[in-house]
């Protein structure tokens, strides 16, 4: 198994369900290894994402350790089956010139089931129309160089690929109405992004809900966050936006929590009729 630097978020994940399979197992790297018929440095290196795991020694590990569910087994079989066969994606083109997290967000979105995002302040980045990255882009607090710029916008609009590529992945967002009056590059951008909101909406994998100010505070206040489903729920995950950067959870804890948050944000958002009115009756108020 070759080390390989630095790990993707996703071969991280891979790694910390394997190390998660074994402490439950009550096994120590020492016996995972004497088990495995290998080197504590190995099991360390697959655990941590540095090194890469076969499917078939996925399958072993997961006897080893006496995990019976199947699914999930043949979950990480395929996210092991991702990387040893070396292909590349969309998204390794911009390795080394975009920060890696937003690569990690796009392979996310990639392998996902379903998508359910909230988002207070700014448009949900699947559904942004190009003149409206722009006006978001041009806010950012270290302005970017030009080619920077372009390469940047470039990746956020492939991103929307999941949802009206072939896949046409299920996705649900909540989007508050201080976002929707946010008039990031003036009210012809706004106009232009509210129709292009509508037109998305439209889709029959997309599902758009309206929190107005008058359905009162809301969780998750702070930035916009994606809950993204795995194949099977325990490969769930959560990446959050936040003035700091950017955060992926995914303890069984912090799952729970998120999904009781946006259970709770959906209760008091509009149903998506009413949602399209709303944002129609917006539009046509600026």
């Known amino acids: 198994m070759a080390a390989r630097k630095p790990p993707t978020e996703r071969q991280r994940r891979l ?9 439950h197992a009550g096994l120590s790297i020492n016996d995972a290894a004497v088990m495995h018929g290998t080197d504590r440095t190995s099991v360390t290196n697959v655990e941590t994402g540095r090194a890469g795991v076969s499917t078939d020694r996925v399958r072993v ?15 990480l079989a395929g996210m092991a089956r991702e990387r040893r066969a070396g292909n590349t994606n969309w998204w390794d083109e911009y390795r080394g010139t975009l920060p890696a997290v937003l ?23 699947l559904l942004q129309h190009e003149d409206y990255v722009r006006a978001v882009f041009e806010e950012a607090v270290v302005p970017l160089a030009p080619a920077d710029f372009e390469r940047k916008l470039a990746f956020r609009l492939r991103r929307s690929e999941v949802i009206e590529g072939p896949r046409a992945l299920p996705c ?8 929707l009056r946010m008039r990031f590059g003036g009210l012809k951008v706004v ?9 998305q909406s439209e889709r029959e994998n997309v599902t758009l809900r309206v929190l107005p100010f008058e359905a009162g505070g809301t969780p998750l206040a702070a930035g916009s966050t994606q809950y993204v489903r795995g ?20 303890a069984e804890a912090h799952l729970a929590n998120y ?22 009756e917006l539009a046509r108020q600026l």
């Open 172 to 179: 649900t967002f909540l989007v508050h109405e201080a976002a």
């Open 103 to 125: 690569l990690d967000i796009a392979e996310l979105e990639y392998h996902a089931v379903a998508i359910r995002a909230a988002q207070l302040t700014n448009m949900p980045g």
């Open 61 to 75: 590990w997961a006897a080893n350790y006496s995990c019976a569910d199947s699914a999930y087994i043949d979950a």
């Open 259 to 280: 999904r009781v948050l946006l259970d709770r944000m959906e209760k008091r958002a509009l149903a998506p009729k009413p949602s399209r009115d709303f944002i129609r």
């Open 231 to 250: 194949p099977v729920p325990r490969l769930d995950t959560v990446q959050s936006d936040t003035p700091v950067g950017v955060s992926f959870q995914s």
């Open 15 to 23: 790694g910390a369900e394997l190390r998660t399979m074994r402490e």
């Open 191 to 199: 106009r232009t992004q509210l129709a292009y909101l509508l037109e």
